[in-house]
RNA sequence: GGCGACGUACCCAAGUGGUUAAGGGGGAGGUCUGCAAAACCUCUAUUCAGCGGUUCGAAUCCGCUCGUCGCCUCCA
């Protein structure tokens, strides 16, 4: 099996061949914790997700960084606007971002390093620009990026660096720089604004080069796949290949993945534009997490992604589908010899779902391969054509496949006390054709959040 | 203006040269069932924005037109 990636730098999908064999070393371009991260932002953190979830299911072995950026000027304006400090702001931004990522079911990274515990770093690789020329400084104690200095400037993006030349759209120059492309590595000192002193002197960093620092600090100066949303390749992601390279000499990245933006009403979600949603407003609206997540990760990564109450609603559905096989199969009872076929029907999945996240993850067919085989399976509990161990070997078989995609519902083999003891005075009650206490009981669990389904093995239930 | 992506059923979304155009959701019938729920079955795109071209053959390749979105500026 091989894995296909798209690569953003040559713009075309190659096999993935890993720097070290067998190990895989990712960075993922993090949160900004100014504020809590919307669900847009979700997008690109399950899409890395994914993305480590299936090479660890492919035998590889995963090294994953995530930055948390606790300091820039949204936070340093924040902070001020509350008269609190930076890192109070960060700190409530940084855990509500890991509570959401849990509720999400997002893998855990190796790594999450924050750019202000990474000033060392930052510093000793801003010298290496001064010494080799591709960085100056400026009257106020600033730092800047040659552009000149680095005739690959702008191929991330496919951008011409001379059509850039002090368009209205280049941001006017409050630093003093030689050139308005350059870009801050590091910005001086000013009275209202945190700072550090260093080797270089006074300031606080630029963000672009803690990304490069705090990568090459864990991964190495080299390392295989780079991700982040598509509105980071530039100037964000196409600065890190500059001063990075600049400064080692060597290739930074070997695959730049980027996820295209989850679109709500026609338009990308961005907090500029006000369309936003968070994790928490969703879950307030009565959607579960799983649903969510499967909304967010249900379409290829490089295309836009349709967001908003039918996408939702549909996921909903889906994973109510998905529920409802799990019960089904935990439920299900029959004392006859094993489905002969039910193996090539296992291997056909399995088959088919690798080799559509082969390709670029592409999560589509992966997702018809496993609704295919929901619907297949269900025809044989229909037909009463499993046996007991085929319903285990079945289930089993999803989990795994769930390793990848997360949306399978949490295995609970026992329920509290209280609720069995419903379930259990129910089951009595339908022995006794009571008809009336059943229905009852039934109302009652349902209001507990357990639905209860009637089947010829018995009653069988499920967290709504 | 430059660069790039895209336009497939009621909605979301695969398919990128060749059997009946995946899958999810929704809708309409039906089966099963004490009721309910779940599930299963049938139907819901002779057609892939439009026009023209290449080809034995195109949703898939080429050209043009229309439309949408993104990046070029903080941004996942």
Known sequence: MTIQLHDTMTGAARELVPLEPGHVRIYSCGPTVYGPAHVGNFRSFLF?????????????????????????????????????????????????????????????????????????????????????????RTDDGSIFFRIASWPEYGRLARLDPEGMRVGERVEADDYGKDDVRDFAVWKGPRADEPSWETAIGPGRPGWHIECSAM?????????????????????????????SEAATGQTFVAYWLHCAHLQMGGQKMSKSLGNIDRVGDVLGRGISPRALRLALVSAHYRAPLSFGEDSLAAASSAVDRLDALFAALAAYRNDCPDDATLPALLDGTRAAFEAALDDDLNISPALAAVFELVRELNRRIDARQLSTADAGRATDFLRGLDRVLGIAPVAEETLDAELQKLLDDRAAARAGSDWSASDRLRTVLAGRGILVEDTRDGQRWRRA
Do not use: C
């Open 48 to 136: 890395a997700d994914l993305l480590v979830r299936y090479l660890r299911y492919a035998g590889l072995r995963v090294t994953w960084v995530m930055n948390i950026t606790d300091v820039d000027d949204k936070i340093i304006k924040g902070a001020g606007a509350e008269g609190v400090s930076i890192a109070e702001i960060s700190k409530r931004y940084r855990e509500g971002f890991l509570q959401d990522g849990r509720t999400l079911g997002m893998t855990v990274p190796d790594v999450m390093p924050r750019a202000t515990e990474h000033i060392p770093q930052m510093v000793e690789l801003i010298g290496r620009l001064l010494e080799r020329g591709n960085a100056y």
């Open 215 to 243: 990568s090459m600090a864990y991964l190495g100066p080299s390392f295989d796949i780079h991700t982040g949303g598509v509105d980071l390749i530039f100037p964000h992601h196409q600065d890190e290949i500059a001063q």
